[in-house]
């Protein structure tokens, strides 16, 4: 994928915020290794890009993170990409503004829980234990990975509700 078509990509961006800030090592990204392309912005630290191949098309959404709180210091949470449960400030909620052009309807968002430092793919990539009676290593990996592309597709469809060629046309 391209500079211009990550860019491009994004579908909740907010008319006000006119550029997405693409991370310094994007020329470097094999995107054939990875599941999808997350990255903190630069220039505001709670603000997250999250881009994945839709359809052999580029699609991202812009996440806004939320504090976490130290009240669940001693709790594990789920992540709802990779599924790995993680310390309470390994896992964030993040949310997603749907996007519209009336700004009363982009009050409306969605959130999930993921990883804080957005290396899900890392933990999907980790070799598990195998026992006598598990499946391969590598069979296990695979389903991981494919659960994770599977889990981040299906929530950058629900953030915009809008057809594809809807939003090209405008």
Known sequence: MTRAEVRAA?????????????????????????????????????????????????????????????????????????????????????????????????????GLHVCTDLDCSVNVHSKPIVGPLDPPAEETIERRRQGLRERTVTFLRSVSDLDRTARRSE
């Open 10 to 110: 994004i579908v909740n961006l907010d008319p006000a915020q006119k550029k997405v800030h693409l991370p310094t090592w994007f020329d470097e990204v094999r995107w054939h290794r990875i599941d999808y392309l997350g990255w903190r912005d630069l220039r505001a630290a709670m603000r997250v890009y999250l881009v994945a191949d839709v359809d052999d098309e580029a699609f991202g959404v812009i996440l806004r993170q939320n504090p976490n709180q130290t009240a669940l210091g001693s709790r594990a949470v789920m992540c709802d990409l990779c599924r790995f449960a993680r310390r309470f400030n390994e896992v964030s909620l993040f949310t997603a503004p749907r996007p519209s052009r009336d700004k009363r309807q982009r009050l409306s968002t969605l």
